[in-house]
């Protein structure tokens, strides 16, 4: 099947379509009294690809969990895809979802269901979400599968299959329902180190063929070989950002000295 046969009519559903993939303005986000990000603002362009680094606990997976809104924020807006987050979406599930189809997400520990083969994780949310029929879905499944060179797993259940080829599966499976944007949080900090290279030449391909990504990591050469920009958390906040060389040969605030002598 190829890739560009499924489609979805996006443009009746959204209030405007430009180059900016994700726009972030003056967003804050408590947990309960605690204000995690402060004032996060963030122009995201198509094609991008962004590493986001920073200290344990200095916000970077809360940030992109308001992306697609596994996280709610209280203030400023984030528009994706142009539609936007709004703080008070509580009763708007409809938005929610749109985003949601639109954005990818690949986390740490893989999160596939561990009761369905991995074709049956790759084809569920195509079935139910975006309403395809099942034969239509497994093969645009095996399509991803191949390209993550793991099609003969499709009929295994992710425990049969190692850390690195179950991440490539949740690849694969973000993948399935075409989405604009991927997010990744740290997807190879749970991998042995003779795995995590796979996952990541998976990234490197999917950046070369001009996905959007915005990758939490602190694979520093994947950086480097990757992204056109690196930012820096830190309690909260963007400290710093800047192409990959600048950031990390000319680093400008001391926080992000002291990290990158701790990281590197
Ligand atoms: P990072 O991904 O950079 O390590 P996180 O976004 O996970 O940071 O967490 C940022 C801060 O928010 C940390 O201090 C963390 O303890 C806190 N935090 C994360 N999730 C929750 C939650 N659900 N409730 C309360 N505090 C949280
Ligand atoms: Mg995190």
């Given at each position: 099947i190829s890739a560009g046969e499924f489609t979805v009519d996006a443009s009746k559903?959204?209030?405007?379509?430009?180059?900016?993939a994700v726009e972030i303005i003056g967003m804050h986000k408590w947990y309960n009294d605690?204000?995690?990000?402060?004032?996060i603002n963030l122009k995201v362009m198509r094609g991008e690809?962004?590493?986001?680094?920073?200290?344990?606990?200095?916000?970077?997976?809360?940030?992109?969990?308001?992306?697609?809104?596994?996280?709610?924020h209280q203030k400023g807006s984030i528009v994706v895809d142009g539609i936007e987050l709004t703080s008070d979406l509580a009763n708007d599930r409809r938005r929610i979802y749109e985003v949601r189809r639109e954005v990818g997400m690949v986390f740490q520990h893989f999160n596939l269901f561990p009761h369905l083969t991995i074709l049956q994780n790759c084809t569920?949310?195509?079935?139910s979400t975006r309403k395809m029929p099942r034969k239509a879905a497994e093969e645009l499944a095996m399509h991803f599968?191949?390209?993550?060179?793991?099609?003969?797993?499709?009929?295994?259940?992710?425990?049969?299959?190692?850390?690195?080829?179950?991440?490539?599966?949740?690849?694969?499976?973000?993948?399935?329902?075409?989405?604009?944007?991927?997010?990744?949080?740290?997807?190879?900090?749970a991998l042995d180190p003779e795995m995590v290279k796979?996952?990541?030449?998976?990234?490197?391909?999917?950046?070369?063929?001009?996905m959007t990504m915005l990758c939490v990591t602190h694979e520093m050469g994947f950086a480097r070989k990757v992204a056109n920009r690196v930012i820096f958390m830190d309690k909260g906040q963007i400290v710093e950002q800047n192409t990959p060389d600048e950031f990390f040969d000319n680093p400008q605030n001391e926080r992000t000295k002291i990290f990158l002598?701790?990281?590197i």
């Open positions: 559903m959204k209030v405007s379509r430009n180059d900016i605690f204000n995690v990000l402060k004032d690809r962004i590493v986001i680094c920073g200290p344990s606990g200095s916000g970077k997976s809360t940030m992109i969990r308001c992306i697609n809104r596994l996280e709610e569920l949310a195509p079935i599968l191949e390209r993550v060179r793991i099609p003969e797993q499709a009929h295994k259940y992710p425990g049969q299959l190692s850390g690195g080829q179950q991440q490539r599966v949740a690849i694969a499976r973000a993948l399935c329902m075409k989405p604009r944007v991927m997010l990744f949080d740290e997807p190879t900090s796979e996952v990541l030449e998976t990234m490197v391909g999917l950046a070369e063929e001009g002598s701790q990281i």
